[in-house]
């Protein structure tokens, strides 16, 4: 594992392989990050492949060593491709897709079916269909009407699908109310406390095209506290256990054989906002786990963590060329590159702030910045900017008071833990072209997505308009 050399900025949430090397540019993989830029042009998205298959590991060994039957769902919203479908499956992770996109894209590099889980709060009926025809192990059913439509569908297929109910456990994990979704007032789940999970328990348990094998909370993301999970795991077992129980009134005899907390496991985005290790959330989830199965009474169900960010943030550098810069005394200096929020929406969208460092200008007296904040070793030259995008909103701004070096026409910017939710989210905005994105690996590059053309602008566009 090569670790990021030390006089490095930001090392500790760049990729593993990230280095300077001569003429004090930074490097990912052994592949020169200024090289890259001039290769295949910026906005450019570099993975690195050795960091990716690291969390992946991670997340296996710290889960695994203390639950032997923990399975680990990357969330392929954070962001999906097929060279990444193909690595996810060479690491044995499962895939848990929302979409029937997500699921073609991970059908086209033939991930393991019986890997894949399918949530969402409004699955179409051909998405269900596209669903039990490549035979996912479970889909994720998240209202009454989505449960007697699959059942049907099932049916109809001759199948019986394999299901969890999605729980609303109403615990507030306190990130942006944009990204909350285990609270009461939530488009997502069937609420514990108004009955309507037993109500769903009690019909899923009465349909025989369906087998209800689990149940799942997602809580929001990102969470930096363990807590919010603990009391998840107890709240879902404390239901289990209450839908398992055989009484006069209740004669549901669940077996609960699969039980998730999702994901929203935190990364770290700036210098002085650690996030919790992996080894913390699985030690607190496990220790959970095992509490809530003797309070209950219940036998060890297997675990399935659902992570998407925690995989592939910190695998992932943007990089941007600076353009324009303009200087409003006494107010702001602003500094323009070439992406923005069509590339990367989430500072717009909700304020989230990243770190940044000029990847063609490190050495000695380098300058790193997180937006709102000092970057280290801020002294002599460097200069508070506002990192603005190029689109025609005064809000596309990608980092805001960040202390950098004196910023040039022709500088390359590297934004840091840029591999989730922004690919995903990425647009068309003012015709913009979605960027290149390559992985790379013992020094060498491989374009694992080209960038648009405007052909591809077009190509949906009907001209002239069809009769
Ligand atoms: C059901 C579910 N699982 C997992 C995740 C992954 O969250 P994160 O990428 O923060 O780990 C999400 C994200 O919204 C989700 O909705």
């Known amino acids: 594992m090569g670790e990021a050399s030390a006089q490095l900025p930001l090392a500790g949430i760049l ?8 003429d004090g540019h930074l490097s990912i993989a052994g592949c020169d990050t200024v090289a890259l830029a001039r290769e295949f042009g910026t906005p450019l998205y570099v993975f690195d492949e050795e960091t990716l298959r690291h969390q992946c590991r991670e997340f296996q060994a710290q889960f695994r060593s203390r639950h032997p039957d923990t399975t680990v769902s990357y969330a392929g919203k954070a962001y999906l491709g097929r060279a990444l479908a193909a690595l996810l499956a060479e690491e044995g992770m499962n895939l848990e897709v929302v979409s029937g996109g997500e699921l073609a894209i991970a059908r086209s590099v033939d991930f393991p079916p019986e890997r894949i889980s399918f949530h969402g709060n409004n699955k179409s009926e051909s998405e269900l269909r596209e669903a039990l025809s490549y035979g996912v192990g479970r889909v994720v059913v998240d209202n009454l009407h989505e449960l007697s439509l699959l059942a049907r569908l099932a049916q109809e297929a001759g199948r019986r699908q394999a299901i969890w109910l999605r729980l609303s456990p109403d615990i507030d994990p306190h990130t942006h109310h944009h990204t909350t979704t285990g609270v009461l007032d939530s488009k997502f789940g069937f ?9 769903a328990v009690a019909q899923a348990l009465a349909l025989p095209s369906l087998e209800l094998v689990g149940l799942h909370a997602h809580l929001g993301s990102p969470i930096f506290e363990v807590e919010p999970f603990q009391r998840t795991i107890d709240t879902l077992m404390a239901f289990a256990a209450r839908m398992n129980q055989m009484g006069a009134a209740q004669r549901y005899g669940l077996r609960l054989r699969e039980l998730s907390p999702g994901g929203g496991f935190a990364v770290q985005y700036l210098e002085d906002v650690p996030a919790p290790a992996v080894a913390e959330y699985a030690e607190a989830i496990v220790g959970a786990l095992r509490q809530a199965e003797r309070a209950y009474g219940l036998p060890s169900p297997r675990l399935v963590v659902e992570p998407g960010r925690a995989v592939v943030s910190r695998a992932c550098v943007a990089l941007y060329s600076v353009g324009a810069s303009k200087d409003i005394p006494g107010v702001r200096k602003y500094v323009a590159v070439d992406g923005g929020m069509s590339d990367n929406i989430r500072p717009a969208l909700y304020g989230a702030r990243y770190s940044a460092l000029v990847a063609n200008k490190l050495g000695p007296s380098t300058h790193s910045a997180s937006s709102g904040q000092a970057g280290s070793g801020q002294v002599g030259e460097g200069e508070r900017v506002t990192i603005a995008g190029k689109f025609c909103e005064s809000g596309d701004v990608l980092l805001r008071d960040a ?10 910017l590297a934004v840091a833990m840029a591999g989730a939710y922004a690919l995903p989210m990425s647009s068309n905005y003012n015709a913009s072209l979605r960027p290149a994105i390559v992985m790379v690996k013992d020094g ?23 009769q």
């Open 191 to 199: 609420p514990i406390s108004t009955g309507q999970a037993e109500e």
């Open 403 to 412: 202390y950098l070096p004196r910023l040039e026409a022709g500088d390359l």
């Open 15 to 22: 990729p593993l392989t990230a280095a300077v090397v001569a």
């Open 444 to 466: 060498s590059a491989r374009l694992i997505r080209r960038r648009e053309t405007y052909e591809d602008l077009m190509r949906c566009d009907v001209w002239p308009p069809s």
